[in-house]
Structure formats: C-alpha cells, structure tokens
C-alpha cells in the first residue's frame, strides 16, 4: 500500500516535470493518436502478411505430403480411397425449431394410434378365445 501511494507522488510530480519541459502545448495530442492509429495499422498488416506465410507454407507442406503419399501407392499399386460425402439427414439442434405438425397430421396420428389399439386388444382376444377352445 505504501508502495502504491509512493509511487502514485512520484508520477504525479514526473508528469508535471514533462508537462513542464515539454511546454504544455496540446498540439502532440493529434500527432500522438495519428501515429497510434498508424502503429495500429502496421501491426494488423504485419498480423496479416504472418498468417499468409503461415497459410502459404501449410499449403506447400500438404501439397509435399499429397505428393508423397501419391509415390508411396504407385510403388505399391495402392488406389486412393475417394471420400465419400454422404448427404446425412441433419438432425435439428433445437427440438423447439421442429416442424410443427398441423392439426391434419395430428388427428391422423391419433386414428393411427386408436386403430393401433383396437387391434392389438382384438388380437389379444382372438388368441385367448382361440387358446381356451382349444383346451
């Protein structure tokens, strides 16, 4: 804590001492913000040339590696395999972005599932008459 303070005193009075030997002027302001901005620009250029080398030199190591692999399966009379892109069905993420069902395709389920139990439940009668009969 006392650090903290000793040094909040200091750099207080330093800054003074630069305002003081700099003359105050506020013009340095404009030229500070325009050679930041221009800073700034450079150092997103550099980032960006960076990842083209990078990018670049990705690319010529796959293109080697493709090469390589080519040689080792003329030698050995390998074919390449073809990838297969299969248009799977996506399923939705969201259970709640489903297609809704209209009220049409709602009533048919509901016959469905009613027919579904009568007969099952006839069947299940049939057997068991037929099964007590023939006792």
Do not use: C, W
């Amino acid at each position: 804590m006392a650090a903290f303070i000793a040094k909040q005193m200091v750099g207080n009075q330093l800054s003074a001492v630069k305002d003081a030997a700099g003359g105050g002027d506020g013009g340095d302001d404009g030229d500070d913000k325009e050679k930041a901005e221009e800073e700034e620009r450079e150092r997103q250029e550099a980032i960006k040339e960076a990842e083209d080398r990078r990018k670049e030199k990705h690319r010529k190591m796959e293109e080697e590696r493709e090469k390589m692999r080519q040689d080792i399966r003329d030698k050995y009379n390998i074919k390449k395999k073809e990838e297969i892109v299969e248009a799977a069905p996506q399923e939705e993420p969201n259970p709640l972005m489903r297609k809704k069902k209209t009220p049409e395709e709602l009533a048919a389920e509901a016959e469905q599932e009613e027919l579904d139990d009568f007969t099952t439940t006839n069947l299940t009668l049939i057997l068991t008459l037929t099964a007590t009969l023939s006792v």
